[in-house]
C-alpha cells in the first residue's frame, strides 16, 4: 500500500531559526515528490517538485532534499519567518498513476514565534 | 503558474439543502480534476477523481449520489453536496494538473478551498 509519512506532526519555532520536516514514503513505482504549504483556510500551494534523479531543489529559504533509495526526504526551512506558520504536506506520485493521484502525507504543522 | 479558482471560498447553508462548488483552470484545459476534502488539522482526503465527459471516479466510502460531480468542460468542474447534513461541513479542494504530465507527472495546482457550513 502507498503510504507518505511526515515529522514531526507539529513543532514550534522561534522567528529566525531553522527547521527540518521529514517525509518517508513507501509509494512505488516512484514519479515525483512534491511539498507544498498549506496557509490556514486556504489550499495547498506547491514549494517544490522532485523527480528520482534530482537530490536537492531550493525555493528561497525552502530547500527540500530527496533520497531516493532510502526513499526520504525533508524540507527545510532557512531563516524561519511569522509567515511561514502553516501546515507543510508532502505529496508523493507514482509512475502513470491513473490520472495523477497523489499519496498525501498527513502534513506537519509548523508555528513560528516571534 | 497554472492557476485553478474555486468559487465559492465559503459557504453556509441550511442542513437538507444542496451545494454547488465551482472549480476552474483559468489558463490551462484539464480532463482530469480532483475533490478533496478535508477535516481540521488533518490532510487532503481524496474523494474523487472528475472526468471531462465521463462519469466521475470516486473513493471508496464516498456515496457519489450525495456528491454529485459534473465536469461539463475541460476548464470546469462542480461539486454538489446534496441534501446537506452538519457532518458534511469541511473544507473542499479541488487540483488540476495541466496537460502533458507524461510518465513523470507535472505540477497540481490546487484552488482555494471552499469553506462549507451546514447549520
Known amino acids: 500500500k502507498n503510504q507518505v509519512e511526515q515529522s514531526p506532526q507539529s513543532l514550534i519555532i522561534l522567528e529566525g531559526k531553522n527547521c527540518t520536516l521529514q517525509c518517508n514514503y513507501t509509494v512505488s513505482p516512484f514519479s515525483n515528490l512534491r511539498w507544498y504549504k498549506q496557509d490556514t483556510g486556504r489550499g495547498p500551494v506547491s514549494l517544490t517538485i522532485?523527480?528520482?534523479?534530482?537530490n536537492t531543489k531550493s525555493n528561497g529559504r525552502y530547500t527540500a532534499t530527496l533520497d531516493a533509495d532510502t526513499k526520504q526526504s525533508s524540507l527545510h526551512i532557512t531563516a524561519s519567518q511569522l509567515s511561514d506558520s502553516a501546515s507543510y504536506i508532502c505529496?508523493?506520485?507514482?509512475?502513470?498513476?491513473?490520472?495523477?493521484?497523489?499519496?498525501f502525507g498527513g502534513g506537519t504543522r509548523v508555528l513560528v514565534k516571534p | 503558474g497554472a492557476v485553478v479558482s474555486q468559487h465559492p471560498s465559503w459557504v453556509i447553508c441550511k442542513s437538507g439543502t444542496s451545494v454547488k462548488i465551482e472549480c476552474r483552470s483559468l489558463?490551462?484545459?484539464?480532463?482530469?480534476m480532483f475533490w478533496y476534502r478535508q477535516f481540521p488539522k488533518q490532510s487532503l482526503m481524496l474523494m474523487a477523481t472528475s472526468n471531462e465527459g465521463s462519469k466521475a471516479t470516486y473513493e471508496q466510502g464516498v456515496e457519489k449520489d450525495k456528491f454529485l460531480i459534473n465536469h461539463a468542460s475541460l476548464t470546469l468542474s462542480t461539486l454538489t453536496v446534496t441534501s446537506a447534513h452538519p457532518e458534511d461541513s469541511s473544507f473542499y479542494i479541488c487540483?488540476?494538473?495541466?496537460?502533458?504530465?507524461?510518465?513523470?507527472?507535472?505540477?497540481?495546482?490546487f484552488g482555494q478551498g471552499t469553506r462549507l457550513t451546514v447549520v
Open positions: 522532485m523527480t528520482f534523479s534530482e
Open positions: 487540483s488540476a494538473t495541466p496537460p502533458g504530465a507524461g510518465n513523470w507527472g507535472t505540477e497540481a495546482f
Open positions: 505529496v508523493v506520485s507514482a509512475i502513470k498513476a491513473a490520472g495523477n493521484k497523489l499519496t
Open positions: 489558463d490551462f484545459q484539464a480532463t482530469t
